[in-house]
């Protein structure tokens, strides 16, 4: 089946739903926020909330990166090839965009 | 009235609007990543665009930041006085938690 | 005095002595660094020292960042006009490239 | 030899001389950064200085991320076993202190 394959494919499909259940704990940060701005929060409060917004992303970009890492990666060096190498340019790439991010 | 006050003190209220359809618009790319994560989407596009959703904070933060060293840190020098001091302090550790998340 | 002066405008010249000496200790760290490399260290040892020189080059521009905003924009609001504006703008995108990098 | 494994099992051994004239120029930096504050330059320059600095650390890291998972990784990956899966680990903490920092 389609989706079983993509299972073995991306890796974190086994962490579907823990990573759903991160992503609505973000959305609901970011309802938060414009809760505080709609109800005039003091900036500050409001950054310190942006900030733990930003830092949830960050650790949910992590987990995924991992995964990908420990699935895709390591099963296209094992295949071998120049797919191994194509695979290291593109989380290389996902990891600039991460630190520069 | 209180919200006329808050509207002086917080600085960042003339932009509530703006403010408001970023978040707005931050909330729908944390929904598409949700979206993306149920479709097994491939890991390094939902890495991308987790990278854009935390640099969109990043920027609604430091525009939140310039607001408030604007108004908020602007007015309290002029006051002068220990509150001075307690705002830049205040202001650099929230600087601080945006350099390091 | 041309000192005294510089003194009052920067800010940060009565922390020089110690801001010369962080400057020192993470010099120290980029040769550390070097001999790593040329002794062909471990490539994770080798990131690790570079996370620990770039986390002393992030505290060293927020301690600079911090004295920045306590005088020079302090002291420009103080003076008022559009001067301060622009101090505000200049701190504003000095926190930005920080951010960002 | 010792030194030849250590050049197969490092990855980076190879670009070892453009990896220490890199490490040169950011010395470099920092000791024009010494002199910034000597010379009491102004504030937001000296900062302006101290991101391109820690920019030119960061991007030396994920050139190293990179010849890492390129060469290390992905041969740990070929053997297979435990020991891919550590090596996987400790690139993700790896990364994860780059993004961190």
Chains 1, 2, 3, 4 share one sequence.
Do not use: N, W
Not at 26 to 39: K, N, P, S, T, W
């Amino acid at each position: 089946m389609a989706t079983d394959e993509a299972a073995e494919v991306h890796g974190y499909t086994a962490e579907k739903t823990s990573h759903l259940k991160r992503l609505r704990r973000i959305e609901g940060q970011i309802r938060g926020l414009q809760r505080m701005v709609e109800e005039d929060k003091y900036c500050i409060d409001v950054l310190t909330q942006v900030s733990a917004a930003t830092k949830a992303l960050q650790s949910f970009s992590l987990e995924l990166l991992e995964e990908h890492l420990a699935h895709c990666v390591v099963e296209a060096a094992q295949r071998g090839g120049p797919e191994a190498e194509e695979k290291v340019r593109e989380a290389s790439d996902a990891i600039a965009r991460l630190v520069r991010s």
